[in-house]
Structures are given as structure tokens and as C-alpha cells.
């Protein structure tokens, strides 16, 4: 009997409402889901789980998502996670930044859900 391990998803936002929304959706596909309603508990809840895939909102308080991201990438972990912004911000100057910050997608709220599962379904495992 072989068992499958659930890939692990940290998401955080300061949205109560839409943090269970993403824990529902995610939840229902099989993701073994961490919660941060701040970015300073993402990180931290990162730098203790090390989850594969991370979901940011950027405008949160006590760290912003971009901080976080940057910060989880200055740590160097291989294989290094995934990381992907759903934020108000909407420009392409906010959605470069975010990119420069190290997130592989930046997607726009409110976001289509299953739209972000088929990137994190398709991105090199």
C-alpha cells in the first residue's frame, strides 16, 4: 500500500472571509493547507513548514507579501517553492514588482480560483 503525501499550500492573507474560501477550494483538491493572516506569521509559518506552494496577498500587515517573498527567496531552499501573489494591485508596475520580489505569478483579485490551481497543477515539479 503506497501512500500519497498531500502537497502542502501556505496561504496567507488578512481577509478571514477569503482565507476559508481558499482553504474550501484548496482543501477539496487534496492540499494540506497552512494559514497566515499576516506576513510576518507567513514567514514564519513558512520557515517551520516549508510548504511547496506559496500563496501571498501582498497588502497585509505587520510584512507585506513582497517582504515575505523575498525573504523566503534569500533563504535558498531547494527545491525552491512556488510562489504566487493574488493582490488588489492591479498595474503593470504593481505585477513587475512582484515579480522582482520572486513571485512566479501575481494574480488579481478577485481571482479565479481554478485558475490559479491549473498554474500551480502545471508548474515544474
Known amino acids: 500500500m503506497s501512500i500519497v ?9 488578512d481577509d478571514p472571509n477569503l482565507l476559508a474560501a481558499y482553504v474550501f477550494f484548496f482543501g477539496a483538491y487534496g492540499y ?3 494559514t497566515a493572516g499576516n506576513g510576518v506569521d507567513a514567514l514564519a509559518e513558512y520557515c517551520t513548514s516549508r510548504p511547496v506552494v506559496v500563496v501571498l496577498d501582498i ?4 510584512l ?4 515575505v517573498a523575498r525573504e ?6 531547494s527545491p525552491a ?6 493582490t488588489a494591485l492591479s498595474s ?3 505585477r513587475a514588482e512582484s515579480i522582482r520580489s520572486g513571485f512566479d505569478y501575481h494574480f488579481v483579485k478577485p481571482a479565479q480560483l481554478p485558475v490559479i ?3 500551480i497543477s502545471a508548474r515544474p515539479h
Open 32 to 34: 494540506a493547507i497552512r
Open 64 to 67: 507585506d507579501g513582497r517582504a
Open 117 to 119: 490551481l491549473a498554474m
Open 5 to 13: 503525501k498531500a502537497e502542502s499550500l501556505l496561504i496567507a492573507d
Open 81 to 86: 517553492p512556488f510562489l504566487v501573489a493574488v
Open 59 to 62: 497588502e497585509m500587515p505587520r
Open 72 to 77: 523566503i527567496r534569500r533563504l535558498n531552499v
Open 92 to 94: 503593470p508596475y504593481e
